[in-house]
RNA sequence: GCGAGCGUGCUGAAAUUGGUAAACAGACAGGACUUAAAAUCCUGCGGGUGGUAACACCCUUGUGGGUUCAAGUCCCACCGCUCGCACCA
């Protein structure tokens, strides 16, 4: 294209770089509390500081960052922070590999990231960063953690964990592949350690209730969460135990079926197994129970006879046989159950294997096992139930076992408590002594916070801070008594799980978060990030505010107000063709009469096509926003990222995609550089001066601006770039009077600032704009507008279009007949056979014959 | 196995409370400009029938049924895909 002589080419890197710094140095958004203003708190999940952003980051920041320039343009007082999950197995990963410190290493990676971030244009307020691994941080955490002890929230016990044997470690259910270590490929044991829990199970109930009061969320992540905290009412029975001094209850969902009780089944991991524990053959049994680390329904059903039996509650006279087995769930209700072959598929089993006898407790129900709950089933070999219906049974057991105090109705929950121990470095230490006589005790608060020591050797098994020579030897400062430090971390759960409250005051030094500043900014209006997040993070997040209230903090019970979790980011795979595939890097692919190959030291290999995946560096089809920001511009990268699919769903990477969006922006910069406009808030042109096809155009000006508003709230920001790619669509083709040109294009530039801010920024300022571009109010719509009070109708016979008709607004529908018997195309439709016509104002006319 | 969601052109998608299906893009094809290419601009782009043509008509939202004047949208069944949980007593 030749160049006019007015027009400036498209710049992206200089415009954007200059953007950038006019708006740190005028801090353009830095937010203070304002107790008169409106406020309004956007936060995206903060990124772990692996050493580079992704592609699921920049989307996940550009859909925050429109939303918090729009709302500031609305004139809300925005807070937007940034800030860093920077503790975490990673870090001590790469430090090993490398043989650095994790320290250092997290800590270049933040500013490598933080430039990254900067370069997308994000109206972040970077005053307020924080980073989880600074003492600044951790140090408030750590009295978080006594607060909790202190109010009971944070409990030790005993629990088995997969343990790695080589390395020295407890590992993460996620760390264990195929039963073993995923770094030694050791076979992982379960092993019976002391552990620091959380008591989220105390909250159970109510993280549950108030699952409704989350209008913001959306059904899929509260289904989720509901599922998660599986509740289920029932009854907890007890059985005595014959010949000693013991008894066990065991949890039911099905009381009525009491009587077809053909065993006990324990836990291995239940407390009447110690009994056994001295028993060669019972050790063994145990063991093979233990190592199966992911108990997976497909594992064959054994069991241990106890020598034990157990007394029926309500007829002592039945025997009960007691088993140890591999499938009941320690973690679940009680460990223990009740087994009723007949109607229980896991019991079923269970006893074929063993050699049970069962009989079906409902009549006429022979085909076993009858699981199905019919409430007009009749009882049958029960006792004092026969002859009742299911729902009369239960109710009548059920009273019978609270008459005779053999058990209570009881809630269970699928939810644990929250296991926080993690024999690591790199997390945030945990502020406990030991004295030499066992008591464990908490630091002075004036001590805090504990450090972590960085004299630190990695390359040696087990936890660094066990195996460190001094850091764990103390004075008890109390009792003056010798003591040992706890040596294990917190998960890093805990961490992100008060971040939101710690952006409000960021640098209070005394305290967590100053009240004063979190009761005005929380809570978070808009939360947004990844669906992988629906349970844990958001879940202890929940739980935090609860915990902290009841510690005394003064915080709203629910952290985030809306929740949008944004589709992962997805591009095409290859794959070779050999036995064992291997992943082909897309840009490495050629494609020649339809068929795809990649060029191996001048070889050529054929690869096939596979499906779009999201973007990782096992499949090889990553993409580094980077090399997109630094070729095309953030802007052109931000706008690519919401153009086409909406948040929620999955965003297919396109380069030809990347290429279209630059060339609209490079179209629309050169049209406005070359065609010169005046930017202006107001339209000073009488409306009635306006020909038809302008009155047309302000029109649909006004609707683009009600729309593209609307569609920005909803998230629905591939509708608003339709829009307003629409909008300029017209623009450009339209000749237009002068004053309605620099009124439109300037409305278009504010409209378009949130997604493109630097673009729109230098234009408007091209224009002759002297203020800032974010600082002007968002336009509003003229709601009168309507100077052109046409209307089409739509003309349908038995429902199927036969033609459309512009008439006046709001016409009544005689008029609208009168109109179509004058007309030489539609009369016809209007004939002696119409049996009825429906007319919906504004809409249609459809003649039923 | 249980729970949830989704199936619309070659592709990403759009379609307020049921009311013009395919907005806005991408890919592709043709044309203009050019020695040529790139860039840019213009045109076409779900399928079919008839017509030289403007145009007219028919079909089309995974499959089959239903409700309704009217169904992509609501209901039932089936098929397919995706996600979450998974021995939860």
Not at 59 to 81: E, Q, S
Not at 128 to 136: A, F, N
Not at 226 to 249: A, P, Q, T
Not at 485 to 507: A, G, K, V
Request: charged content about 30%.
């Amino acid at each position: 294209m030749v160049l006019g002589s007015d027009m400036t080419e498209y710049n992206p890197k200089k415009i954007e770089k200059k953007w950038q710094r006019i708006w740190e140095k005028n801090k353009s958004f830095e937010s203070k509390s304002d107790k008169e203003k409106k406020k309004f708190y956007v936060l995206e999940m903060f990124p772990y500081p692996s050493g580079n952003i992704h592609m699921g980051h920049l989307r996940n920041y550009t859909i925050g960052d429109v939303i918090a320039r729009f709302y500031k343009t609305n004139k809300y007082n925005v807070l937007h922070p940034m800030g860093w999950d920077s503790f975490g197995m990673p870090a001590e990963n790469a430090a090993i590999e490398n043989k650095t410190n994790p320290k250092l290493w997290t800590e270049e990676n933040i500013k490598n990231m933080r430039a990254q971030l900067q370069s997308i244009g994000l109206s972040i307020d970077w005053n307020r960063e924080i980073s989880t691994c600074s003492k600044e941080y951790y140090k408030h955490q750590q009295k978080i953690f006594i607060d909790l002890y202190k109010k009971n929230l944070i409990y030790k016990k005993d629990s088995y964990v997969n343990w790695d044997p080589v390395d020295n470690t407890v590992l993460a259910n996620e760390q264990v592949i195929d039963g073993k270590g995923w770094r030694s490929g050791a076979i992982v044991e379960k092993r019976k350690l002391s552990q620091w829990f959380l008591k989220i199970t105390a909250f159970a109930q109510e993280l549950l209730e108030d699952l409704e009061v989350l209008h913001g969320w959306p059904d899929k992540v509260k289904l989720m969460q509901k599922n998660w905290i599986g509740l289920s009412n029932g009854v907890e029975i007890k059985f005595k135990v014959r010949d000693i001094d013991e008894s066990i209850s065991v949890f039911t969902t099905r009381p009525e079926t009491l009587f077809g009780a053909a065993f006990l089944g324990l836990s291995v991991e239940h407390q009447l197994s110690d009994r056994l524990d001295n028993l060669e053959e019972f050790k063994k049994f145990k063991n093979r129970c233990l190592q199966t680390t992911d108990r997976n329904i497909d594992d064959e059903k054994i069991g241990f006879f106890s020598g034990l039996f157990a007394e029926h509650p309500l007829d002592e006279n039945i025997k009960i046989p007691i088993y140890f087995t591999n499938y009941v769930l320690i973690n679940y209700g009680t460990g223990a159950i009740f087994g009723c072959p007949a109607h229980d598929e896991r019991d079923y089993e269970f006893a074929q294997n063993i050699g049970i006898d069962f009989s079906s407790v409902f009549k006429n129900k022979d085909s076993l096992p009858y699981v199905e709950k019919n409430e007009n089933d009749i009882m049958q070999n029960s006792e004092f139930l026969d002859g009742l219906s299911l729902k009369e049974a239960k109710k009548l057991v059920v009273s019978k076992i609270i008459e005779q105090k053999k058990g209570s109705e009881k809630k269970t929950y699928r939810l644990r408590d929250w296991g926080i121990s993690r024999q690591r470095y790199w997390g945030c230490p945990i502020p406990i002594i030991y004295s030499e006589d066992g008591e464990i005790s908490t630091i002075e608060e004036s001590e805090l916070p504990v450090t972590l020591p960085e004299d630190i050797d990695l390359s040696q098994n087990g936890n660094p801070l066990d195996n460190h020579p001094t850091w764990k030897f103390v004075k008890c400062k109390k009792t003056n008594k010798q003591a040992i430090r706890e040596t294990d971390t917190l998960d890093t759960f805990f961490d992100s799980s008060w971040y939101f409250l710690r952006f409000c005051s960021p640098q209070n030094d005394d305290k967590p978060f100053d009240e004063i500043e979190t009761k005005y900014w929380m809570s978070v209006d808009h939360y947004i990030g990844g669906v992988e997040h629906a349970i844990l993070h958001l879940l202890y997040s929940r739980f935090f505010s609860r915990a902290l209230k009841k510690c005394g903090y003064d915080t709203p019970k629910e952290p985030f107000k809306k929740l949008v979790t944004q589709g992962m980011v997805c591009h095409e795979t290859f794959k070779t063709k050999e036995e064992n595939p291997k992943w082909v890097n897309p840009n490495n692919v050629l494609t020649e009469a339809g068929k795809f190959y990649t060029n191996d030291n001048g070889k050529k290999i054929d690869v096939l096509k596979g499906r779009s995946e999201k973007m990782s560096k096992s499949k090889k089809n990553v993409v580094d926003p980077d090399s997109i920001i630094l070729k095309y511009g953030a802007d052109t990268a931000r706008l690519f990222m919401i153009s086409d699919s909406p948040p929620e769903r999955d965003l297919e990477w396109s380069i030809d995609g990347i290429k279209a969006t630059h060339k609209y922006l490079n179209k629309i910069y050169n049209f406005l550089t070359s065609n010169k406009f005046n930017f202006t808030t107001q339209f000073d042109l009488n409306k009635n001066k306006l020909n038809n096809d302008e009155s047309i155009l302000y029109d649909f000006l006004n609707s683009v601006i009600t729309n593209y508003t609307d569609d920005i709230k909803n998230y629905r920001f591939n509708n608003a770039v339709a829009k307003i790619r629409e909008l300029s669509n017209k623009l450009v083709k339209q000749k237009i009077t002068k004053t309605l040109f620099d009124y439109c294009w300037s409305i278009y530039l504010r409209l378009f600032a949130i997604i493109t801010p630097h673009f729109s920024s230098e234009l408007a300022e091209t224009a002759g704009l002297k203020n800032n571009l974010e600082d002007i109010f968002w336009p509003e719509a003229e709601k009168t507008s309507k100077i052109n009070d046409k209307i089409l109708i739509i003309l349908q016979v038995n429902g199927k279009k036969r033609g459309s008709l512009t008439v006046e607004k709001e016409m009544s529908k005689d008029d609208i007949l009168k109109i179509l018997s004058n007309s030489e195309k539609y009369s016809g439709i209007i004939d002696n056979e119409i049996k009825k016509i429906i007319y919906v104002p504004n809409k249609i006319v459809n003649f039923v014959k």
